[in-house]
């Protein structure tokens, strides 16, 4: 899943692909938000992107399943 994050004062937005469910990163944006301390992802990849929760402008949560288009796609 595609999960867009707009940080407050900067122009570009954080684009992460999760393997999270919607609801298991809006529980996780409002416990960090809650407690004043990071909101953490890690993609597909296994990477780990740690972003301050009052940083956060929005998040823009994709589908779950889209659908993906290309050679890839199998």
């Known amino acids: ?3 867009k994050i707009g940080i407050r004062q ?3 937005e954080i684009v992460v692909e ?10 996780d944006f409002a416990e960090a ?3 004043g301390g ?8 296994g990477r780990n992107v ?4 009052e940083a956060i402008g929005y998040l823009d949560i ?6 993906r288009v290309g050679f890839g796609s199998v």
């Open 10 to 12: 900067v122009n570009r």
């Open 1 to 3: 899943m595609e999960i």
């Open 18 to 27: 999760s393997n999270k469910s919607a609801a298991d990163v809006q529980q």
């Open 33 to 35: 938000l809650k407690a």
């Open 50 to 53: 740690l972003i301050p929760a």
């Open 38 to 45: 990071l909101l953490t992802l890690t993609d597909e990849h």
């Open 62 to 67: 994709g589908e779950e399943n889209a659908r």
